[in-house]
């Protein structure tokens, strides 16, 4: 109980939870989804905005992904309003051209006897990494990319494709759409429907909690009784998900030797704007035959997480105390605190230590 944020108890005694203490609203040095790879075509390129910078996302005609600052140095126009030749990027302004590494190549204006050393011209390069048909960028250090673990989904190798993938924006900020992921009893309210909850289903759970690397996990259990789409796997499913900073959480479901499962990345776009990825993958080819009713459940619930959070905003606009119980808030408390303690740590050049204790949380839902 002790291992919970500060609580803030203002005049009238509601409770505020310590939402962003000592943490700023975006943690840096982490792996961000970017985009699913198929977003992005051999020589084509694509301009994004990632946690508020201008990003310009390539792939080079042998098919090689690559990130770059999406400002030209020189007069400060996108790069993205230029030209891709599959290997270098060339600004529509005065033709300077950059390569993958964001190094410059030429500048047509120059002549001969300038001097100028045009290879120590640079826009900024950003370290990214492609597998299970998903394109991470890390944000922050480039030195520290290589020493950071990549997310992966459990059980399907780095070339293995998504089967399914749903996209879409939410009005929020980053933290509201994390601490909306991972809310534990919201489905009987916001997921109201026969096949998945209802309000006369609702019954005690109890779920085993262990910290995981930067984050925790829901170990393995059998689905709730109450979830009707679990169902239509058949056989016995077993569950274990997991949550993992910046704003990662998988949910891998076992049915014998047979594997679904689902990855939920939220990339912030910009202060109030949170991307939300859903993908899927599955190794049951009769599953595919039920990819019409998945895709109906993933669009459904995500239209329900974002019409939710859109009017939770005009209500936070007001800044209310809000209010954070035991336990069915505690992953949400959990977060606030591995944010704190990833900045601090940062700040204090030092390693990271997991805040979260092995617990058991119980709620209804």
Same mark, same amino acid.
């Given at each position: 109980?002790?291992?919970?944020?500060?609580?803030?108890?203002?005049?009238?005694?509601?409770?505020?939870?310590?939402?962003?203490?000592?943490?700023?609203?975006?943690?840096?040095?982490?792996?961000?989804?970017?985009?699913?790879?198929?977003?992005?075509?051999?020589?084509?390129?694509?301009?994004?905005? %990632?946690?508020?910078?201008?990003?310009?996302?390539?792939?080079?005609?042998?098919?090689?992904?690559?990130?770059?600052?999406?400002?030209?140095?020189?007069?400060?126009?996108?790069?993205?309003?230029?030209?891709?030749?599959?290997?270098?990027?060339?600004?529509?302004?005065?033709?300077?051209?950059?390569?993958?590494?964001?190094?410059?190549?030429?500048?047509?204006?120059?002549?001969?006897?300038?001097?100028?050393?045009?290879?120590?011209?640079?826009?900024?390069?950003?370290?990214?990494?492609?597998?299970?048909?998903?394109?991470?960028?890390?944000?922050?250090?480039?030195?520290?990319?290589?020493?950071?673990?990549?997310?992966?989904?459990?059980?399907?190798?780095?070339?293995?494709?998504?089967?399914?993938?749903?996209?879409?924006?939410?009005?929020?900020?980053?933290?509201?759409?994390?601490?909306?992921?991972?809310?534990?009893? #919201?489905?009987?309210?916001?997921?109201?429907?026969?096949?998945?909850?209802? &309000?006369?289903?609702?019954?005690?759970?109890? &779920?085993?909690?262990?910290?995981?690397? %930067?984050?925790?996990?829901?170990?393995?259990?059998?689905?709730?009784?109450?979830?009707?789409?679990?169902?239509?796997?058949?056989?016995?499913?077993?569950?274990?998900?997991?949550?993992?900073?910046?704003?990662?959480?998988?949910?891998?479901?076992?049915?014998?030797? #047979?594997?679904?499962?689902?990855?939920?990345?939220?990339?912030?776009?910009?202060?109030?704007?949170?991307?939300?990825?859903?993908?899927?993958?599955?190794?049951?080819?009769?599953?595919?035959?039920?990819?019409?009713?998945?895709?109906?459940?993933?669009?459904?619930?995500?239209?329900?997480?974002?019409?939710?959070?859109?009017?939770?905003?005009?209500?936070?606009?007001?800044?209310?105390?809000?209010?954070?119980?035991?336990?069915?808030?505690?992953?949400?408390?959990?977060?606030?605190?591995?944010?704190?303690?990833?900045?601090?740590?940062?700040?204090?050049?030092?390693?990271?230590?997991?805040?979260?204790?092995?617990?058991?949380?119980?709620?209804?839902?």
């Amino acid at each position: 109980m002790n291992d919970l944020p500060t609580i803030e108890v203002p005049k009238g005694g509601e409770l505020r939870p310590a939402r962003g203490i000592d943490a700023p609203v975006w943690l840096r040095d982490l792996w961000y989804l970017a985009l699913p790879s198929r977003e992005l075509k051999a020589g084509k390129m694509l301009a994004k905005s %990632l946690l508020g910078e201008p990003v310009l996302l390539a792939r080079e005609a042998d098919g090689k992904a690559f990130a770059i600052r999406d400002i030209c140095p020189h007069r400060g126009i996108p790069l993205s309003c230029g030209r891709f030749d599959g290997h270098e990027v060339e600004c529509c302004y005065h033709g300077w051209r950059f390569d993958r590494n964001g190094i410059c190549t030429d500048i047509p204006s120059l002549i001969a006897d300038q001097g100028v050393k045009i290879d120590r011209i640079k826009v900024r390069r950003y370290p990214l990494a492609e597998r299970q048909g998903l394109i991470w960028i890390f944000i922050g250090d480039e030195a520290l990319a290589e020493t950071t673990p990549v997310p992966e989904v459990p059980g399907f190798d780095a070339g293995a494709k998504p089967s399914h993938i749903e996209k879409m924006i939410f009005p929020c900020p980053l933290d509201d759409a994390v601490v909306g992921l991972m809310d534990p009893a #919201h489905g009987p309210y916001v997921h109201r429907a026969w096949w998945w909850r209802t &309000k006369s289903s609702m019954h005690e759970k109890a &779920k085993k909690f262990a910290p995981s690397f %930067l984050g925790f996990t829901m170990v393995r259990h059998a689905p709730s009784k109450n979830s009707f789409a679990y169902k239509l796997l058949g056989g016995k499913p077993e569950t274990e998900i997991a949550f993992r900073l910046p704003g990662i959480r998988t949910e891998e479901i076992t049915v014998g030797r #047979h594997r679904f499962t689902g990855l939920t990345a939220i990339t912030p776009l910009g202060p109030d704007k949170s991307e939300i990825t859903q993908v899927m993958y599955w190794t049951m080819p009769w599953v595919t035959l039920l990819k019409p009713v998945l895709r109906h459940f993933a669009k459904t619930f995500l239209r329900q997480d974002g019409d939710i959070v859109t009017a939770q905003q005009a209500g936070l606009a007001h800044e209310p105390p809000l209010m954070l119980l035991e336990d069915a808030d505690t992953q949400a408390k959990w977060y606030y605190l591995l944010k704190k303690e990833f900045a601090r740590a940062k700040a204090e050049g030092r390693e990271f230590k997991n805040p979260v204790k092995e617990r058991v949380l119980r709620w209804k839902s």
